[in-house]
């Protein structure tokens, strides 16, 4: 898109729209000088200014005066992205009240509602779905707002997003599901929810690891003990190494105890360690004495 240059009166337009001035915005738009949906170098316009910045009344005032929800910016965001972004759940009825489209697309796939998820800004979530926004909508990389919601720990916006029919295992091209990647965040309240929703616990990324593995790995032991409620595979990976590997290196001894009770104490990696010696190699000497005192009543 080719952007003309701003004039002075343009700038000016644009300010008092970032500041939520409204008397000046009319004052601006009576002299007849300025286009209503004038557009900076970026295609930002006032409307998607007023909108960002939560400004309901400059809002409203620039809809009245015809302003286009439909504009976005060079990244393909508009108005409609922002207040979802910004959790402004009044800028958002109004938008969609004037027609704004509710699943248009930023340039790399984000919607509104995966902006709100990613946010865990539930009115606007719910306000979102209600009024028909798709719950698997997906990214490039083809994540969607449960994962992005999984992510950041937000098990409300999680919730609603099931509720209203997003698919629990639905995959980024990584493989990893929203179960895997809240494991590896270590989001034992998220994880939890995906798990009684029907969540896959032994889900491959494509680097052969697990959640278990991964929550492991990290030292998540509330994770691993929500995991393992649902029998997972504790054994050796495509990895080459198995959770209780992942655990050793990690140096949490809490999750190393949780998951010794499961066996493979004596099990060797594809590079020939065992737990303890895993341990010892990254350095985490008191996890890697606890496995030889394991190993040594396990012979």
Same mark, same amino acid.
């Given at each position: ?12 337009? =644009? ?30 316009? &006032? ?7 939560? =400004?309901?009344?400059?809002?409203? +005032? ?6 286009? &929800? ?24 109004? #938008? ?11 340039? $790399?796939?984000?919607? &509104? ?12 979530? $719910?306000? #979102? ?11 490039? $990389? ?10 950041? /720990? ?33 989001? $034992? ?10 969540? @896959? ?18 030292? =998540? ?15 050796? #990976? ?6 209780? =590997? ?11 105890? #949780? ?30 004495? @606890?496995?030889?005192?394991? +190993? /040594?009543?396990?012979?």
């Amino acid at each position: 898109m080719s952007l003309k240059k701003e004039s002075r009166t343009d700038v000016q337009f =644009h300010l008092a729209a970032l500041r939520g001035d409204a008397a000046r915005l009319r004052t601006l738009l009576d002299t007849g000088k300025v286009h209503i949906d004038s557009r900076d170098r970026d295609g930002t316009t &006032p409307l998607i200014l007023s909108a960002a910045m939560g =400004h309901t009344e400059c809002v409203r +005032e620039l809809l009245a005066q015809g302003a286009d &929800p439909a504009c976005s910016r060079t990244t393909g965001t508009s108005a409609l992205f922002f207040a979802a972004q910004g959790g402004f759940l009044d800028i958002a009825q109004v #938008l969609l009240d004037h027609g704004a489209a509710i699943d248009a697309p930023s340039t $790399d796939g984000g919607t &509104p509602l995966f902006v709100a998820c990613q946010c865990g800004h539930l009115p606007v979530v $719910d306000e #979102l779905i209600r009024r028909g926004a798709n719950v698997n909508s997906c990214m490039k $990389d083809k994540a969607t707002p449960l994962f992005i919601a999984a992510q950041n /720990g937000h098990e409300d916006v999680c919730r609603a997003l099931l509720t209203a029919g997003a698919c629990v295992d639905r995959a980024r091209l990584d493989r990893a599901t929203p179960l895997w990647i809240a494991a590896q965040c270590g989001h $034992d309240h998220v994880v939890r929810l995906l798990l009684a929703a029907g969540a @896959y616990v032994d889900q491959l990324r494509q680097d052969g690891a697990t959640p278990l593995f991964k929550a492991a790995h990290k030292g =998540h032991t509330a994770v691993v003990g929500e995991l393992l409620k649902y029998k997972p595979n504790v054994g050796l #990976l495509p990895n080459g190494q198995t959770a209780l =590997h992942g655990a050793a290196m990690s140096g949490e001894l809490s999750c190393v105890k #949780l998951l010794a009770t499961r066996g493979g104490i004596r099990t060797r990696s594809s590079q020939g360690l065992t737990p303890a010696l895993a341990a010892a190699a990254a350095g985490k000497k008191s996890v890697a004495q @606890y496995l030889r005192e394991k +190993e /040594g009543k396990t012979k």
